[in-house]
C-alpha cells in the first residue's frame, strides 16, 4: 500500500513507475471516478517526456489516447467499451506488441484480453479523504516492474 497524502505523493509515484518501464509493459488503473487514475497517467506520461504543453485526459470518449514520450504510451479509458470484440477492434494489444506502454483505465476486467501480464494500480479514497494506491502484479514482468518501481520510490511493499 503506497500511502499517497498529497499530488506530489502520486507525481512521485508515477516517476518510480515510468522509470522502470519497458516496451509493451501493461499498467491496468483501478478506482472510483475522481480517484487519480488520469492524474497518475498524465505524471506519467510527463515522467516519460511527454511535453506539458500537451493535454492528457481521460480518453473517455475517444477510448485512446496516443502520446510520444521516451516510450510510446497509449492510454485508454475501456469504461465504455461493449465487449471483447469492440476491445480487439481497438487493436491495444498490437501497440504493446509494437512497443508502447499501455496505460488502461477501467481495465481489469480485461487484463487477459490485453495480453495479461499487467501491474494493476488501485487508487482508494478513504471515507475520511485519505488517498492511497493498492499495487499489485499479474506475471512475471509486472512483479520485476514493481519491484524496481518501488525501488525507486525507497518502499518495500
Ligand atoms: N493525492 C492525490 N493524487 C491524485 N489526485 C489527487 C490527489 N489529491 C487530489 N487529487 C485530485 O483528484 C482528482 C483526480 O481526478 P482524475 O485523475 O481525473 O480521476 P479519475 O481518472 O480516477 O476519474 C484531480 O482533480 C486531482 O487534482
Ligand atoms: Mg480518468
Not at 522509470?19 to 491496468?28: K, S, T
Not at 504543453?53 to 479509458?77: C, K, N, Q, R, W
Not at 469492440?86 to 498490437?94: M, N, P
Request: charged letters at 20%; hydrophobic letters at 50%; glycine letters at 12%.
Amino acid at each position: 500500500m503506497v500511502p499517497l497524502p498529497t499530488r506530489r505523493a502520486t507525481i512521485r509515484l508515477a516517476r518510480a513507475v515510468a522509470a522502470a518501464l519497458r516496451p509493451g509493459d501493461l499498467l491496468i488503473l483501478s478506482g472510483d471516478l475522481g480517484a487519480g487514475k488520469t492524474f497518475f497517467t498524465r505524471a506519467l506520461c510527463r515522467a516519460l517526456g511527454v511535453p506539458s504543453a500537451e493535454p492528457i485526459t481521460s480518453p473517455t470518449f475517444t477510448l485512446v489516447h496516443e502520446h510520444a514520450g521516451s516510450l510510446p504510451v497509449a492510454h485508454a479509458d475501456l469504461y465504455r467499451i461493449g465487449d471483447e470484440e469492440e476491445l480487439v477492434q481497438l487493436g491495444l494489444r498490437d501497440r504493446r506488441g509494437e512497443g508502447a506502454v499501455l496505460v488502461v483505465e477501467w481495465g481489469a476486467p480485461y487484463a487477459a484480453a490485453l495480453g495479461g501480464d499487467a501491474l494493476l494500480i488501485t487508487f482508494e479514497v478513504a471515507a475520511d479523504g485519505a488517498r492511497r494506491a493498492r499495487i499489485e502484479a499479474e506475471g512475471g514482468r509486472a512483479a520485476a516492474l514493481l519491484a524496481a518501481a518501488l525501488g525507486g520510490l525507497g518502499t518495500s511493499a
